[in-house]
Nanobody, 125 residues
């Protein structure tokens, strides 16, 4: 499995970005996929997850502003970020794990074996 993120950049507060994660090696398999945010303390925390059935879950801090989606044909994971805040400034990583039925195990699950290299988002006020 190979994951490659793109779409990061520098934007002003209130703006929007769409991050993409191109996934290879995931066809014909069931995966839970996630977007993580690396905090200033260098800890990766999940902000949004999506199962292969489209079920999503979001961290409270991003609900209503972040939207995760998955193109199962092109195998691309997206994260639409609206109403950007300075607190959203971070490196964002996509992650994947193969699970039975492609189900995710919630935002407390950090055990993803596959990671992209990250894409950086900088929000200026």
């Amino acid at each position: 499995v190979h994951l490659v993120e793109s779409g990061g950049g520098s934007v002003q507060a209130g703006g929007s970005l769409r991050l993409s994660c191109a996934a290879s090696g995931v066809s014909n398999s069931q995966y839970c996929m996630a977007w993580f945010q690396r905090t200033p303390g260098n800890v990766r925390v999940p902000v949004a997850i999506i199962g292969s059935d489209g079920t999503t879950n979001y961290a409270d801090s991003v609900k209503g502003r972040f939207t995760i989606s998955l193109d199962n044909v092109k195998h691309i994971l997206y994260l639409q970020i609206d109403s950007l805040k300075s607190d959203d400034t971070a490196m964002y990583f996509c992650a994947a794990k193969r699970t039975f039925g492609g189900l995710c195990f919630g935002l407390s699950d950090y055990t993803y074996p596959y990671w992209g290299q990250g894409t950086e988002v900088t929000v200026s006020s």
